[in-house]
């Protein structure tokens, strides 16, 4: 935890641990949360989504993602006060009691559900499967190697409400492109598990990294290869123009450069790796609205 970030400098001290603990002073989540979403959104929109939309999903992205870190330290405070880059989390180092963290978290569900009123209904009914993977997710390390994609799913949930709440359909390039992204996120958050995969095992805990092992490198070439190819075939699907192809090349270019860096035997430098998927969502916006508005 800084002493000297965004929360400590503005906030008052009270409100300090709360934010930390839906992670308020780490937004890289948050934006692997949104910009998918915002691209599903410009996709459904064939072109550019309304105000209205861009400010419910980016709300939404924001509060499910702090809910899910929420429940994330209430499951883990037994663990994380023995691991260094987690042992001054507010619950586990006594900053928050688990009586308030519950409150917290119930009170950020209920904010969220108030968004519930501004999409369809066939939106709100998605909504609601969402909740149960979003709490589960942190039990899931307990007993599978696959915690990850569970994460993957609940993390881009928002692209397929951005389908329904658009147009009232889910259609097959939506849903492969909420899988392609799936399978990206499994990717990206293997590398950032091989950077904990000692404390990991210490704790008894699962992921996707323990699972890879020392074919970390073709396992997640193959998770970005096949994620390149369901945004591609997603965007012929779609109709989308030439721009659309060019900046999945680009995609396709950064996962290759991705890849290339890797290394199993150096996890800590995976951390610029993993941060560096922001860029990635960005494209994906960038092709989205490219494919869409952009003649030739």
């Not at 002493?3 to 641990?17: N, Q």
């Not at 969402?130 to 569970?150: E, N």
């Not at 800590?268 to 490219?290: D, K, P, T, W, Y």
Request: net charge positive.
């Amino acid at each position: 935890m800084r002493s000297d970030d965004w929360v400590a400098r503005w906030l008052p001290a009270s409100w300090g641990p709360y934010a930390r603990l839906c992670r308020l002073d780490r937004p890289v989540g948050t934006w692997l949360t949104l910009l998918p979403a915002l691209a599903a959104l410009a996709q459904a929109a064939d072109g550019w989504p309304t105000l209205w939309r861009l400010v419910i999903f980016s709300l939404g992205a924001l509060l499910m993602r702090g809910v899910g870190c929420t429940f994330n330290d209430i499951f883990d405070r037994n663990f994380d006060h023995r691991v260094e880059r987690t042992r001054f989390r507010p619950l586990t180092s006594g900053q928050l009691t688990l009586r308030a963290a519950l409150w917290f978290a119930l009170a950020q569900i209920l904010v969220t559900a108030m968004l519930l009123l501004a999409i369809n209904a066939y939106s709100r009914w998605l909504a609601l499967v969402l909740v149960p993977l979003v709490v589960i997710y942190p039990l899931c390390k307990r007993f599978t190697y696959w915690p990850q994609a569970v994460l993957g799913m609940a993390f881009n949930w928002g692209m397929l409400m951005a389908w329904t709440d658009t147009r009232d359909i889910l259609p097959w390039y939506g849903l492969a492109m909420w899988v392609g992204a799936v399978l990206w996120q499994i990717g990206y958050d293997a590398i950032y598990a091989y950077i904990d995969m000692r404390d990991d095992r210490m704790l008894g805990l699962k992921s996707v990294a323990m699972r890879f092992g020392d074919q970390g490198k073709a396992w997640i070439g193959g998770m970005y290869a096949a994620t390149a190819v369901l945004w591609t075939v997603s965007g012929w699907g779609m109709g989308m123009r030439w721009p659309y192809y060019v900046v999945m090349a680009v995609i396709a270019g950064h996962f290759v450069w991705q890849v290339r860096l890797f290394d199993v035997r150096y996890p800590e430098r995976g951390l610029r790796l993993f941060r560096s998927n922001m860029q990635v969502g960005v494209l994906l916006i960038v092709a989205a609205l490219a494919g869409t508005t952009l003649y030739g």
